[in-house]
């Protein structure tokens, strides 16, 4: 308002001020598939109570919220619809990939599962286990209210834009093999092929 | 057991004209000379007077592409179960790459989305199927994921979630498709709205779902979609060692990891002709009823708070967590346990075990009663649950259902009573069985079983035999870990079991244990090695999926929520 930029100190406020609120509000969108849905179960009941840290509000629309919680395997059949959830939620939002699965595979390094949600959306807080115990998610919780804070400074190891996860989520770039590929390395493998393996390891 | 007059009766009854033999557990198997011969025998078996055939079991198939079972390239394979003589007889026929199989979904209704997990994963082509397509992968999935050839790492993802379809036509969803049927919503009275829940919906567990066609609130029909947590656990059982593949069992179900560690290792026990010790036939017991505690907390606790009951939610968690507690104290882990090894357990239990376990089984009853009070003569809760979801006797038979569900229909089933295993004989127990097989019912028979499953523990916590918890076996016995560090004998054979795995004949087993939601038994064929050649998870969540359509029609959408809390699918054994 005045001419020495005095006025300044109130957006800075602001700021400030939706910083905290933001980092004690976090309403949680659970997108549980598997074992780790289970301990987040856990970790949102009694015993653990999330709410203690401001992150009670689970909702399952993810207009309404800005935390994804992703705990599980993603299959490659599934990661369509994880990747709709995210771009449907407003900004600001943040992603935390609970345990092993979500976080690289895991051990389900598969014809069917997505290694790492990290492919079709950046990752803030990755949180290791299989699956991790909820004190694990807990500290998650924390360490993403620093990143809130600016305490820490936000990086993904990843950015993935939207078209990088189509990529991901489509043939072209991310196989070895094309369609064709595969239908001809159907009918490579025959029982004498087999049958020379298993020779073969016998001699061994 | 008596049963085995029995089997020789079966066996000059139906064996004379086919190929027969005996597995490794001493069940029988019966070759079917060709398509039309499998069809005849399955039909002459559920009609026989005399062994009643009644329940397909599972049904799947194997590849044979080295030859060892014949010339032709995959051998499917049928378990039949009777209820009255409580028999099991797996039936077997060659199938090569070109051979058009009868269905078997007019006989057993439950064999309806088994075949097409069969056509899903190795091709094969059943004649009469009504809605034959691809059940756990995408449709446009090139290639059958469990023949030997497929590459266990050749993933092909897709951009777009999978189009529905209901029955067996596509659905009309766009104008593009099919311009006239297109689905009109301003239509006020149009008694074909369209409605998708899942796979992300808060009823909806996480990853089923299911399309429904709506007349005002009334569905009308419902067609299920898996596989969106297909993880391939049955192709990384030919991968992995078998002492490997124990760490998939915990992620089946993850609700009961300790019970599917025990029904895993016991499977590869009875191929090897293993018999555990008395100490770790106690301990396993203990875990598998501890375990079926848990899952049945869950299941109530989340159907209950699926209806608005969040109170029941915060009772049962608190025990939860003390099971867990004491879970964690017998293997260091919460929810993924890995307890069981093959002729053993990973820990002996630990020395507070027993006070910890004594103060359970007394306090847990309490809040048991509590949560029946609460519950069982609520009138909300009656209103909500009596007369929906209702699944009869005859279709739970026709459909294969077993475990507390079937059990709430009045199916009087139990493998722990019927065909028991370890020291169930000597334990004194009650099987709870319903009548209606509603929601009500089903949650009563949860209530009970864990009453059950409390007496059960209190009874193996009063004398847990002394001794050690391994068989003296070489094979499989993991040296303890003070031994390899000092010895040299020990140190070679733990790297040789950890880093070769343990070396099993060939040969051919299926065992099932009665886990929390019903029958789960493994299939194992071994060819020799260290790695299966198949290993067949039948899961009891797949059957009762595959029931749910038929259930839900006719009700309202809330029944539709309330009748799959109360069946309590589990995500990771359903799709595996």
Known sequence: ?204 | MSGAQNYENLKSKYGDKRKSQMDAAFELILWATSPTDMVTLAAELKSDKEFLFDYLVDLTAYDNIDGVDGSERFVLVYQLYSQSTHMRVRLKLLVGLDTQVKSLVSLFLGANWLEREAFDMYGIVFEGHPNLRRIMMDDRFVGYPLRKEYPMKQRQPFSDNIKFHLGQTPLPLSNEESGENRVNLNDFYNPNVLLNLGPSHPAMHGTLRVMCRINGETIEDAACELGYLHRAIEKLGENRSYHQWIVYTDRLNYCSSLANNVGYCMAVEKLMGLTITDRTMVIRVMAMELSRIIDHLVCVAINALDLGAMTIFWHFYYWREEAYTMIESMCGMRLTTSYARIGGMSYDLPENFEARMRRFVEEFPRTLNEVSNLLTSNRIWIDRTRGVGIISKEDAIKYSLMGPVARASGVDFDLRRDRPYYNYPNLDFDVAVGTNGDVYDRYLVRMEEMRQSVRILQQCVAKIPKGPIWVDDKRVKIPAKQDVYTKMEDLIHHFKIFMEGIEIPPGEAYSSIEAPNGELGFYIVARGGPKAWRMRVKSPSFMLFQNFEQTVKGGKIPDAVATLGSINIIAGELDR
């Open chain 1, 1 to 204: 308002m005045s001419k020495d930029g005095s006025a300044m100190i109130f957006p800075m406020l602001f700021e400030e001020a939706a910083k905290w609120a933001r980092k004690n509000s976090l309403w949680p969108m659970p997108f549980g598939t598997s074992c780790c849905g289970i301990e987040l179960m856990s970790t949102l009941s009694s015993h653990y109570d999330v709410s203690r840290f401001g992150a009670e509000v689970v909702r399952f629309s993810p207009r309404q919220c800005d935390m994804l919680l992703v705990a599980g395997t993603i299959t490659t059949k599934m990661a369509p619809v994880l990747r709709t959830i995210y771009d449907q939620m407003l900004e600001p939002k943040w992603v935390i990939a609970i345990g092993a699965c979500s976080s690289s595979g895991g051990i389900f390094d598969t014809y069917s599962v997505l290694q790492g949600i990290d492919e079709i959306m950046p990752v803030d807080v990755y949180v290791p286990g299989c699956p991790p115990i909820p004190e694990g998610f807990l500290y998650a919780i924390l360490h993403l209210q620093k990143i809130i804070d600016g305490k820490i400074s936000r990086c993904s190891a990843n950015k993935p834009t939207f078209d990088d996860a189509i990529n991901a989520m489509s043939y072209n770039n991310k196989l070895s093999q094309t369609r064709e590929q595969i239908i001809a390395a159907g009918l490579t493998i025959t029982p004498e092929y087999v049958a020379s393996q298993r020779a073969q390891q016998e001699g061994r």
